[in-house]
């Protein structure tokens, strides 16, 4: 007997663009992150229900002052979504100090944080791990610094 196809897991798209010159309909930020969001959430068996978007917000502003992210906090609050999807860390934030306080406050609520790579930024019981994600995200920042995004 053929087992019926399980559902797929719902989950929320964050995205975050730092510069408003990288901001409008002629730029490509917010497709890049949305195109890596979508096709990760297709091959991992997610279905995006909807979408966060901070435009022209630093990744150095916390988490919390950040309108498309307290917007995603309500979200995830009322409806019982316990998956954020972002394109990868720096894109959820863009320092050390504010990358560590988003994740354990999603964590703290029991909500996961993936990258489009697959990355668990919320898994936290390897040491090294969480040293890698904080490297990773340090590294990747620095190119975006350096690329004006």
């Known amino acids: ?12 798209a964050y995205l975050r663009t730092s510069s408003s010159a990288n901001v409008g ?7 890049r992150q949305r195109q890596a969001i979508e096709t990760f959430a297709k091959h991992a ?20 002052v950040r309108p498309g992210f307290k917007a995603l906090l309500e979200r995830i609050m009322t409806n ?6 972002v394109e990868d860390a720096s894109r959820f ?9 988003g994740i354990a406050t999603l964590a703290g ?9 697959g990355d668990d930024l ?3 019981d390897d040491e090294m791990r969480v040293a890698m994600r904080q490297i990773a995200g340090r590294v990747l920042a620095a190119r975006e610094d350096a690329a004006g995004e």
């Open 25 to 31: 309909a002629d730029k490509d930020s917010d497709k």
């Open 122 to 124: 919320t898994d936290s």
């Open 109 to 117: 609520i029991g909500v996961r944080v993936m990258t489009s790579r």
């Open 80 to 85: 019982g979504v316990r998956t954020v999807i």
């Open 1 to 12: 007997m053929a087992r019926p196809p399980k559902a797929a897991t719902p989950a929320l």
């Open 93 to 101: 934030a863009r320092t050390l100090m504010v990358q560590e306080a």
């Open 45 to 64: 068996g997610y279905e995006l229900v909807e979408e966060f978007y901070d435009a022209a917000v630093s990744g150095a502003d916390p988490i919390d």
